[in-house]
């Protein structure tokens, strides 16, 4: 308590010390100080109504092209994307703010294809900016130094499958078969998004390494994703309770195979396709997300940052909204139907108190551990029958199919269908790239990159992914101070698992291909952090040593 009553003390203090300083300020610096925050407004005034002019522009071609639809997002678009490129840090911020909701708004405002890429308008635009500035300040761009070469040793075999396998299917498309006309295929362009969605976030770790500048943006940006998870779970147990009093029907009234198929049409308020039958007792919920695969893995990922929340975050407020988030992330596991969340959410927590030593942190571990096993003590014995349906379907689904048996049938068929060293193309295992030719499921990742990029590709992207892994190891190790040590656990531990995962494809889609590079860039900035408040800790001792004598 005396301690709390001395922080809100401090806090107040340096509050007051502040509105001094602003008033110690002289005329002269006043008006200098308004006229800037005047001239900032007046550029981001002009640069929104140039921008509408050049986006309205392109808008009105596009709408004799494509309509409205495409009008539309190309106007906002352009707006957003100069904004962008002017604010790279604001428009990092609402990058890592409008990922998990990027489903719902995709599907409110008409469900076009080309809304689905709306956060890449907030992340191309800022990692140009970035990297415009590291150019002019050389300053290194990939971080850490270490993945340079496995980086370009894997772009290497990459360009060789763009150009030798993507580009012979350009040059040579599919002939017809009897009586059937030819597939129009556009293999070059499958190519190009195929390395996008392979690689296009790994720069993610760069811009937040440069978007965390001191202590302050680092608890921003930890508390915000905590936020988030928070706001999202809440929103998918929302939508599971509107399911279950019948505000929104699912797919109930559905017949056959319907019974069992996640739609569209089944949608409720928020995210995509939704199943949900109870007279079968089947439900697969999409929380905010498009399907409701992402939103499994949404809450695997979300584990991972509400614990570091929990257990490292200095303030007891903070560590509270983290034990909330935590909790929430459990309940959404258990209710939305996901059998892979229901698996491994647990096993995650358990992994993740054993490696990081808090279950030996007992100062915080008890509380946080209570806290949690009463707050789903009481989901449980509020709906045993949701629970007990979620783990007999867990069950079930394992005996019919073992993962391990999945795994191993899926890397003999990419085996036995890749042609050659170089694989099949980049794109042709891509599920985002079937709009432009024939793509084949595999819901393997590392199967997947066998079959599009070969052996050679697939052990590249594997040293590409253990260098990574290694060098956050290495750096989480490093760290002295107790809060940031405990936080780098949790996220390299993250970064290890998804690093080897290869049960279906989270790094291709969102939000782990998003999340995986984002910790990373996290991780890698702490040590900074770390330096930084050793430096000040010892200008304090010094200081004190110097008053006392």
Not at 75 to 88: C, D, E, Q, R, T
């Amino acid at each position: 308590m005396l301690k709390n009553k001395s922080k809100s003390r401090k806090s107040k203090k340096s509050k007051k010390r502040g509105k001094k300083e602003t008033y110690n300020l002289s005329l002269k610096e006043r008006l200098a100080k308004k006229r800037k925050a005047a001239q900032a407004r007046k550029q981001l005034t002009n640069l929104v109504i140039i921008s509408s002019f050049v986006g309205i522009f392109f808008g009105i071609i596009l709408f004799f092209v494509g309509g409205i639809k495409l009008a539309i997002p190309a106007v906002l678009g352009i707006i957003v994307m100069s904004v962008a490129y002017k604010y790279p840090r604001q428009s990092l911020y609402a990058f890592i703010i409008y990922l998990p909701f990027a489903g719902t708004i995709t599907y409110y405002l008409g469900g076009s294809p080309i809304l689905q890429l709306a956060k890449d308008s907030f992340y191309i635009p800022a990692l140009i900016a970035i990297w415009q500035e590291c150019s002019k300040k050389r300053l290194p761009f990939i971080i850490p130094q270490s993945i340079k070469t496995p980086l370009f040793i894997l772009l290497g075999f990459c360009f060789l499958t763009l150009l030798f396998v993507n580009g012979s299917q350009q040059l040579n498309p599919p002939t017809a078969e009897l009586f059937q006309t030819a597939p129009k295929e556009l293999p070059i362009g499958m190519g190009i998004l195929g390395l996008k969605v392979l690689l296009g976030y790994l720069p993610l770790i760069s811009c937040i390494y440069y978007l965390i500048r001191n202590q302050k943006d680092f608890l921003f940006l930890s508390r915000l994703q905590v936020v988030l998870i928070l706001i999202c779970c809440t929103l998918g147990f929302i939508q599971y309770l509107l399911l279950l009093t019948g505000i929104c029907q699912g797919t109930r009234g559905a017949t056959g195979d319907a019974l069992f198929k996640a739609t569209l049409e089944a949608r409720c308020y928020f995210g995509g396709s939704l199943l949900y039958s109870p007279s079968q007792g089947v439900i697969r919920l999409p929380g905010t997300f498009v399907a409701p695969w992402q939103w499994a893995w949404f809450l695997i990922s979300g584990n991972f940052f509400a614990f570091a929340t929990g257990f490292a975050d200095p303030s007891i407020f903070w560590r509270t909204i983290g034990l909330g988030s935590m909790a929430m992330v459990f309940i959404n596991a258990v209710v939305s139907g996901q059998r892979i969340a229901l698996a491994l959410v647990p096993i995650c927590f358990l992994l993740l108190l054993i490696i990081t030593g808090k279950i030996a942190d007992l100062k915080r571990f008890i509380p946080i551990g209570v806290g949690l096993a009463v707050i789903l003590g009481i989901v449980m014995v509020a709906n045993p029958q949701v629970v007990q349906e979620r783990v007999d379907s867990l069950i079930g689904r394992w005996e019919a199919s073992p993962p391990h048996e999945f795994i191993v049938q899926q890397f003999e068929d990419s085996q036995k269908e890749y042609r050659g060293i170089l694989g099949n193309g980049l794109g042709r295992a891509t599920n985002s790239a079937r709009s432009l030719g024939r793509t084949r499921l595999v819901e393997t990742y590392y199967p997947k990159l066998l079959y599009e990029i070969g052996p050679l590709g697939t052990l590249a992207f594997l040293g590409l992914v253990t260098t990574l892994t290694i060098t956050c190891f290495r750096t989480y190790r490093s760290l002295k101070n107790r809060n940031f040590r405990s936080y780098a656990a949790a996220l390299w531990v993250f970064i290890l698992f998804i690093s080897y995962n290869t049960y279906y494809y989270p790094l291709d889609v969102d939000p782990v291909a998003v999340y995986y590079w984002f910790a990373a860039g996290i991780l890698l900035k702490l040590p900074q952090l770390d330096k930084l408040e050793q430096k000040q800790l010892k200008m304090k001792n010094e200081k004190s040593k110097i008053g006392h004598s």
